[in-house]
């Protein structure tokens, strides 16, 4: 069993910064997510890592978002830069046990989920 509890979450401008943690009761070993779900629409992978430390992004991210863990502090990292309205959601960070070179974004690989943060972008 895995706990998650995300933070970092806010209000920013159009433009603007944020970055997300994600505690865990344990990351060496696992691979991990971030997801986002914004009002009326289905929850989406936003970025995952895999145990090797390799990566992957949505189109809609890649060259503003950054996946990042550190097993030393058992947190997981989202830092958002050049962030736009459209990424205005709840962002949520999920586990599974990693195999390396497989980081996935399909929210069914997950069975671990944390509660949730709010970003807000305003224009």
């Known amino acids: 069993q895995v706990q998650l509890v995300e933070s970092g979450g806010g209000s920013v401008q159009a433009g603007g910064s944020l970055r997300l943690s994600c505690a865990s009761s344990r990351t060496d070993g696992y691979s991990m997510g971030w997801f986002r779900q914004a009002p009326g629409k289905e929850r989406e992978g936003v970025a995952a890592?895999?145990?090797?430390?390799?990566?992957r992004y949505a189109d809609s991210v890649k060259g503003r978002f950054t996946i990042s863990k550190d097993n030393t502090k058992n947190t997981l990292y989202l830092q958002m830069d050049s962030l736009k309205p459209e990424d205005t959601a709840m962002y949520y960070c999920?586990?599974?046990?990693?195999?390396?070179?497989?980081?996935?974004?399909?929210?069914?690989?997950?069975?671990?989920w944390g509660q949730g943060t709010q970003v807000t972008v305003s224009s």
């Open positions: 999920a586990a599974r046990r990693g195999y390396g070179g497989r980081p996935t974004r399909a929210e069914s690989d997950y069975p671990y």
């Open positions: 890592i895999d145990i090797d430390y390799t990566t």
